[in-house]
């Protein structure tokens, strides 16, 4: 075992212990699959990352991402968090965009004011659901069938199972049932306003949408904070739908007691643009 530097980062929040945080070891070289795996469970975060030079041209860095139990393609706030972590520690872009290596290929990001801000990747599971797991999920969450305006897949490297309900206050009141979600990663994304009239009631604070994200836990279903994955194939599929606007801020976390700020964009060229302020927290070194 070595020291290596590292950061826990808070993703989607410029106010410490807010958002989602992350574990960044800046140095991953050398260490196994398995300890990396072992690290990760160790921390009981949602997400750990292990930067390691680049295999791909046109890459700034490599990023393995793991969760509890398994290595993830790609996730949201885990790129944000690493592509932080990874500039504060002295890392230079190479061009106008940060790319960041990881297991869906290339990832572009960009600073966007005070925050960073990453390309959404392109879906690798479209289109609506099948009607039995519209009922289950349902179910899972506690409310009727007819509650579920719409749906589809959202899988962009998560699995997400995307619906979306009538109200930002029916999200927030779900009590979902472990037991009949069992094995489904589940979003669930409602308007502050009536679904259509996106933003016709905001509340002063710009906030369209409230999300929550629903998976398998080690202890039955578990919440994450705020999650960049999800938020960024929800955009892709409402925008497409014609039911969010080209530019939003969604919330996330309000049930968890967190205030997160997922800043989604989609530019001229219909590219959506996934942003968020991140801030260290822990800035040290790590035995591994």
């Not at 392109?122 to 289109?127: E, I, Q, T």
């Amino acid at each position: 075992m070595t020291q290596r530097p590292f950061k826990q980062v808070d993703v989607f929040t410029a106010v410490p212990y807010r958002g989602n945080p992350l574990a960044v070891v800046l140095d991953g070289q050398g260490l196994s699959d398995e300890a990396m795996q072992h690290f990760t469970n160790w921390t009981n975060l949602s997400e750990a990352t292990f930067l390691l030079p680049p295999t791909q041209a046109g890459a700034d860095y490599r990023v393995r991402i793991f969760c509890p139990g398994r290595e993830l393609p790609f996730a949201g706030h885990p790129t944000l968090g690493s592509c932080h972590a990874w500039l504060e520690a002295g890392g230079k872009p190479r061009g106008e965009y940060v790319v960041q290596e990881c297991g869906v290929g290339l990832v572009r990001l960009k600073q966007d004011g005070d925050r960073l801000a990453f390309a959404a990747p392109p879906l690798r599971k479209s289109g609506p659901l099948e009607e039995a797991d519209v009922a289950l999920i349902a179910r899972g969450l506690g409310i009727a069938r007819s509650g579920i305006v719409a749906h589809a897949w959202c899988d962009n490297g998560p699995n997400w199972r995307g619906v979306l309900l009538k109200s930002a206050e029916q999200v927030l009141a779900l009590k979902p049932d472990a037991a009949i979600l069992a094995g489904l990663d589940v979003g669930v994304i409602g308007p502050r306003g009536k679904v259509g009239v996106i933003g016709s009631r905001d509340g002063g604070d710009g906030i369209a949408f409230e999300v929550r994200a629903f998976f398998p836990g080690n202890n039955g279903m578990a919440e994450d904070p705020v999650t960049g994955s999800l938020n960024a194939a929800l955009a892709q599929w409402l925008m497409g739908a014609g039911l969010a606007p080209p530019q939003y801020v969604a919330s996330q976390g309000t049930a968890l007691g967190r205030a997160g700020r997922v800043h989604v964009q989609r530019d001229a060229a219909g590219e959506i643009w996934i942003g968020g302020a991140s801030v260290t927290c822990i800035d040290g070194q790590v035995r591994l």
